[in-house]
């Protein structure tokens, strides 16, 4: 009866601990991923920011009326709420 008891006892604990050690690799695995996501976002929005600058030189050398408009939105942090620019009007 004893060893039965003790056995029950341990099988229960290797359980426990096996379920202790799936949680902490998923915490992991959700560390990882998050941190993997804001990697893609940061990387999404330094590209947004380079093809702003490129437009914003392009507009400079052709000498339009975008050109201020387009250097406004580097000094800003893009929402996405504002217009972007490639959908006002032409004001030439």
């Known amino acids: 009866m004893d060893k039965k008891k003790k056995r029950k006892k341990k ?3 290797k359980k426990k601990k096996k379920k ?5 690799k998923k915490k992991k695995k959700m560390k990882k991923m ?4 804001k990697k893609k976002k940061k990387k999404k929005e330094k590209m947004k ?3 702003m ?3 914003a ?3 400079e050398s052709k000498g339009h009326a975008h050109a201020d408009e387009s ?3 580097l000094e800003y942090p893009v929402t996405a709420k ?3 620019w490639w959908s006002y009007p032409d004001f030439s």
């Open 82 to 84: 504002r217009t972007p």
């Open 20 to 24: 202790k050690k799936k949680k902490k």
């Open 53 to 55: 600058k490129k437009h």
């Open 57 to 59: 030189h392009a507009d």
């Open 11 to 13: 099988k229960k604990k």
């Open 34 to 37: 998050k941190k993997e996501k």
């Open 71 to 73: 250097r406004l939105y």
């Open 49 to 51: 920011m380079k093809m």
